[in-house]
């Protein structure tokens, strides 16, 4: 058994990956308890001032990333994208929220907005820093 090793991944192999797990996983979770959550704020020129990219798993709200500009940090902006997130995964059925995040990023923040730490992994991705998994009830 010969097996490729490539840093560059095609979008045609990720495509057909994705395809072959989504199919697997269709018997455990409803295709229709799925799907992708964009939040976008904009400015007047259409730049990006802050976002949030989420995924729903079954009864899941999953926090992949949630990004706002340096300028707007503190104006409520990430509260804001964080708020209309939940809101809509509840209106998707959603219950809970997950989300992870780095020690030099956000968890402050996140607990602000009701996230409780579940696990720590240690020195994550490398020495002396660690990687948080926070849920939230919605």
């Known amino acids: 058994m010969e097996l490729d090793i490539t840093d560059a991944i095609s979008p045609d192999d990720r495509a057909a990956l994705f395809h ?24 007047l020129t259409g730049g990006l001032d802050g976002g949030l990219i989420a995924s729903i798993k079954g009864n899941w709200l999953c926090i992949d990333f949630l ?19 939940e809101h809509t995964a509840l209106q ?21 907005n009701g ?9 994550f991705p490398h020495h002396g820093q660690q990687r948080f998994y926070l849920t939230k009830a919605l």
């Open 115 to 123: 996230f409780v730490l579940q696990m720590t992994l240690e020195d």
């Open 92 to 112: 998707r059925g959603c219950i809970l929220a997950l989300v992870d995040t780095f020690s030099f990023q956000a968890r402050p923040f996140y607990e602000k």
């Open 67 to 85: 990004w706002v500009n340096e300028a707007l940090r503190g104006t409520g902006l990430g509260r804001l994208l964080l708020a209309t997130a």
């Open 20 to 43: 072959g797990l989504h199919g697997y996983n269709q018997q455990f979770i409803a295709s229709d308890a799925s799907g992708s959550l964009g939040v976008w704020r904009r400015n």
